[in-house]
Every structure is written in structure tokens, then in C-alpha cells.
């Protein structure tokens, strides 16, 4: 960002919290537009790219009030886009650490089949999630779904990780108890 789209950036936000729908889209597609290129620069051409773009303009909305408008937005701003980034790159190195990927061998094998019970589980699952206490679904829902980190749940819903662990684990018995599953466990933190 140029030290003019930097300043730019900064007067937008501030008329954004002011509540000036339009200045808060101008500064959105900056921020995007700024998100796209510095995730390119450190990670090439990924195809989750966008997924960190999405993931810092969520924080950036959700954060909107942290801004001091007498601060410079570059660094409230790249603070946020470089702690999505990590985030992602934590989640790949997790998950490359757990699956490897042959495709020759995948195309070899027949596709999976799925009984009427496996398919009748999932969705038994899926409902007693949605049926959680908000802040429990979500929970689950990040550390089972999208594979974050205790730390990284925490770090997100702004509370601490033993809360994190409290919650999923009351949450993981309320499953149990619903769905009489005993192989929904929570995992340890990273």
C-alpha cells in the first residue's frame, strides 16, 4: 500500500465508522484488492488465496472499532492480513502433515461407496451440531470443520483457550448424549 492509499485507506475507515456505507465498500475493495497482492507476493499463486482474503476482510469487519483513526491504517491493516495469512498457512501445514496426496493412486481406486447409515450419521451429526448453544456449535464447528487450532479458535472468538476446550468438550458430550456417538472426542491443542 502507497503511503497516499495508506492515508486514503485511513480516511475511509474512520467516515466508515462514522457509519458511511459507501466510504466502508471504497475501503473494502482497497483492502481486498491490497490483501490479494501481498498474499500472492508471499505465497504465489495458491488457489486459497482468496480464502485469506475473505478470512482478513471478515476480521477487518468484525475489528472495524478497533481502528484509531489518529494511527496509521497500514499497520492496523497488515497486522490483520499477516495473522489470516499465518492462520492458513498453520491449517495447510496440519493437514499436508495428515494426508498425502497421490493422484495416480486415487484415480485407481474405485470411488467410495456411502450406505443409506453412513449418510443417515452425517446428517444425524450435522443436526445435533446445529442444535448446539450458538457459541458450542461454533466451536466444534471450527476445530471439527475447519481444522483450527485451539489457539486459533481462542484467538478468533476473543476468548481463552481453556475456555475453548471447556466449551468443545461440553459440547462433544452433548453430542455424545444426542446422537450416541462415543468416538466424537476433542482433540488435544496443537
Known amino acids: 500500500m502507497t503511503p497516499d492509499q495508506e492515508l486514503h485507506a485511513g480516511a475511509l ?11 466502508y465498500d471504497e475501503l473494502l475493495r482497497l483492502a481486498a484488492r491490497e490483501a490479494r497482492g501481498f498474499v500472492a507476493r508471499r505465497v504465489g499463486a ?24 489518529a494511527r496509521p491504517f497500514g499497520p492496523w491493516f497488515y497486522a490483520i ?18 494426508e498425502v496426496v497421490d493422484e495416480a493412486a486415487l484415480a485407481a481406486q474405485p470411488a467410495p461407496r456411502t ?3 453412513d449418510a443417515d450419521v452425517r446428517e444425524t451429526l450435522a443436526r445435533a451440531v446445529a442444535e448446539l448453544p450458538r457459541i458450542q456449535r461454533e466451536i466444534v464447528s471450527l476445530l471439527k470443520y475447519e481444522d483450527l487450532s485451539v489457539r486459533d479458535v481462542a484467538a478468533r472468538l476473543g476468548m481463552s483457550e481453556a475456555a ?3 466449551s468443545a468438550h461440553r459440547g462433544y458430550k452433548l453430542l455424545r448424549r444426542t446422537v450416541g456417538l462415543a468416538d466424537v472426542e476433542h482433540r488435544p491443542a496443537d
Open 13 to 23: 475507515m474512520a467516515r466508515a465508522q462514522g457509519g458511511d456505507q459507501a466510504a
Open 46 to 69: 495458491v488457489d486459497w488465496v482468496e480464502d485469506v482474503v475473505q478470512e482478513a476482510l471478515i476480521t477487518i469487519h468484525k475489528a472495524r472499532h478497533t481502528y484509531d483513526p
Open 81 to 98: 492480513l499477516n495473522s489470516r495469512l499465518i492462520d492458513a498457512l498453520r491449517s495447510k501445514k496440519r493437514l499436508g502433515s495428515r
Open 115 to 117: 450406505s443409506a447409515g
Open 164 to 166: 475453548v476446550k471447556a
